[in-house]
Every structure is written in structure tokens, then in C-alpha cells.
């Protein structure tokens, strides 16, 4: 369907900083810089590919806009679809905020009747954070996501780690718990459990690829900064920075995928594989 909200393109990219660099580098950076890094090198790559300097993207599940507002402040066109309806009155407040109203739309729904909302096969770049944990069949989730993108176009996939969870669990002394979450089907410590499901790399590539998608990049996020005591972050100077290098460093190593709080995976359409 059409966009009849669709703004006319400007000439030029609006710089902006990425979350990475906002003059505030709070905790809550520690949890976007590293997705946010791929995520806008993936943006410009495509930009590159197309030729158009102002790209269609879908931030499925976007809530308030961490990621949606950044985008359209590089110049893309973004639209957010999410069940909650305060969490989209909070994103129309922070896209005005921000200077990017006419570059961000938000529409109410979710994953499985997305096509209610959006049109199919119509985005560059789709992003689905935080959604698979919560949907009844994650397989369907992807599969209707990879439907939105065109024949060349690129998914970001975000969803909670396994590993993350069981050693998050055990360092608080719950061992119990991080046993069950380490031998639950769905990765979960105990009937508290705020998340219904995790996943380890290997679901999460594999729901990529069975989609039709070839997976790009693989990245582990959040291994140290959910375990760092925020005193230490807060307090001690050069923390902050150093720890974000640190994330970022480890965030493509193997190694540390399997204790990721957050796993990233970036799939490729078969025609973008070129880029």
C-alpha cells in the first residue's frame, strides 16, 4: 500500500550523532552502541547500493523510538508499528523533540498481523528488537518481518541471549534458576521470569537463514555491561568509554556470544549479498 504520509526526499543527509556519542553516555547507551554501530553502517551500505540518499525502513516492535528517531535523523524514512499506544504517543513526542516528525511514523500493531498495518515487500532495512522473545511462534515472526523487505534488503534482528541470562543468574548466587534457565526449552529461570523466551546464536541464525536470508554478521550484545557494578561506570573517569571499546570488541567474537545478555543478528536478502 501506499504511504500517503510519506515526506518528499530532501537533498542531502542530516548529520547526527549516534546514540554512541550523545552528550549523555548513560547505562542505557551501554545497551544501543554496538547495535547502533552495525545498524548504521548496514544503512549506509544500503544507501550506497540504491543510490537513494533517504532509505524506507520498519523498526517492528520500536516502542519509543531508540532506534527509529537516530535513523531519521540520518534522513531515512521510518515507520514503527507497536501494540502499545503510549509507547507510540512517547515516539511522536521524541521524533518532534528531535526535529524528525515528518520523517517518522507510528502505527499500532504487532508482528503477526503486520501486513494489516504495513505494506509488504515495501522497506529497505527492517529492524525486529525485542519482538521474538514475546511472539507465540518466532519462527512466523521472522518470516512475516523477511516479507516486509524488498528483493534487496537487509534485517536487524535483536533478541534476548540465553547464555546472558543463566550467568546473570548464577553470579546473583541463584543457581537453581540458572540451571533451570540452562535446561528450559525456552530459556526461562522460573515462573518470576519477565522474559517468555531466549535463544542461543545458533536459533537465531537458524530462523534467519530458514526465512530465505543469508546471515551477515553475528554479534553478541551487552556481555560486560549488565555485569559492571554502575558505581564503577558512573563514578570512576574514562570508565564509560572504555567500556564501551570493550563491548564493541568483544561484541564479534564467538567466544562471548554464548554469555550475551542480547544476541544481533544482521541477514541479507539474496539480492543485497552483493553490497
Known sequence: MSDPMRPPVSPHRPHTASPRSEPSRS??????AVVWDV?????????????????????????SGNFAVPAARLGHRVTVVDPSPNALFALERRAAEA???????GVQGDARG?????????YDVVLC????????????????????????GVLSLLAAGLGGAVLARALAGHFTEARQALGDPDGRWGEGDPVPRRFTAEQLTGLVEAAGLR??????????????????????PGAMDALLELE???AELAAFHSVATQLHVLGETRGAQGD
Open 27 to 32: 547505562r542505557a547507551a551501554l545497551r544501543t
Open 39 to 63: 545498524l548504521q553502517a548496514a544503512l549506509d551500505r544500503r544507501v550506497k547500493a540504491t543510490g537513494r540518499q533517504a532509505l524506507d525502513v520498519l523498526d517492528t516492535g520500536g516502542g
Open 99 to 105: 526535529g524528525v516528525a515528518d520523517r517518522v511514523r
Open 114 to 122: 503486520l501486513f494489516d498495518v504495513v505494506e509488504r515487500g515495501g
Open 129 to 152: 528488537h525485542g519482538v521474538l522473545e514475546y511472539v507465540d511462534d518466532p519462527a512466523e515472526g521472522v518470516r512475516n518481518v523477511v516479507a516486509a523487505l524488498r528483493p534487496e
Open 215 to 236: 546471515v551477515g554478521a553475528v554479534h553478541g550484545v551487552r556481555v560486560f555491561a549488565d555485569l559492571v557494578p554502575g558505581v564503577l561506570v558512573d563514578t570512576e
Open 248 to 250: 564493541a570488541a568483544a
